[in-house]
T-cell receptor, first 112, second 116 residues
Framework: DQQVKQNSPSLSVQEGRISILNCDYT??????FLWYKKYPAEGPTFLIS?????DKNEDGRFTVFLNKSAKHLSLHIVPSQPGDSAVYFC???????????FGKGTRLSVIA | ETGVTQSPTHLIKTRGQQVTLRCSSQ?????VSWYQQALGQGPQFIFQ???????GRGNFPPRFSGLQFPNYSSELNVNALELDDSALYLC???????????????FGNGTRLTVT
């Protein structure tokens, strides 16, 4: 049973527009959430995180929103750039500790 | 600051063989985790080592084993390889066992294992 779900395998967005990547989770014990970006032939790279005590965290063009009641989080990228084209993984943890539980990923394509 | 390095980058083995994958953690990191990423899936936790002791394990059989050395580098060993073991194996290191902003997991580029 998947505890972290990314239901959109792929997403295409035009350069300059907003990209919204979604993630749902089922385990109520999860209290720390992270987004990782992965380019081909590279390992995942940490992008941004959010603790369950917050509902929003922003870092430059990247913002993560958390809706605890809906067990849903989203990553907003604005404006989207061609270099943002990658696979994005949502991950969750309990008590802010390892291990991380990952979703299957969403492949984002930003079209120039 | 040296990042996480893994070797080899690619490996082809035959079913039933044994394999050892290696990982050097990022400088200053004392915790190493191993993840398996099958095609089309997200990384799945195998186990974690902290101060040379295994202190967490995912849903993987005992033929998956590991070591952490005093310099915090690590090995993943897989015995009696099966076709389904074909995957990208990712090593990640961190300072301590938390995943907070001050110590996110840093991943290596992985070892692509193909079992034929």
């Amino acid at each position: 049973d998947q505890q972290v779900k990314q239901n959109s395998p792929s997403l295409s967005v035009q350069e300059g527009r907003i990209s919204i990547l979604n993630c749902d989770y089922t385990n109520s014990m999860f209290d720390y959430f992270l987004w990782y970006k992965k380019y081909p032939a590279e390992g995942p790279t940490f992008l941004i995180s959010i603790s369950s005590i917050k509902d929003k965290n922003e870092d430059g063009r990247f913002t993560v929103f958390l809706n605890k009641s809906a067990k849903h989080l989203s990553l907003h990228i604005v404006p989207s750039q061609p270099g943002d084209s990658a696979v994005y993984f949502c991950a969750a943890s309990s008590s802010g500790n390892t291990p991380l539980v990952f979703g299957k990923g969403t492949r984002l394509s930003v079209i120039a | 600051e040296t990042g996480v390095t893994q070797s080899p980058t690619h490996l082809i083995k035959t079913r039933g063989q044994q394999v050892t994958l290696r990982c050097s953690s990022q400088s200053g990191h004392n915790t190493v985790s191993w993840y398996q990423q099958a095609l089309g899936q997200g990384p799945q936790f195998i186990f974690q080592y902290y101060r040379e002791e295994e202190n967490g394990r995912g849903n993987f059989p005992p033929r998956f084993s590991g070591l952490q050395f005093p310099n915090y580098s690590s090995e993943l060993n897989v015995n009696a390889l099966e076709l389904d073991d074909s995957a990208l194996y990712l090593c990640a290191s961190s300072r301590g066992q938390g995943v907070g902003n001050n110590s996110p997991l840093h991943f290596g580029n992985g070892t692509r294992l193909t079992v034929t």
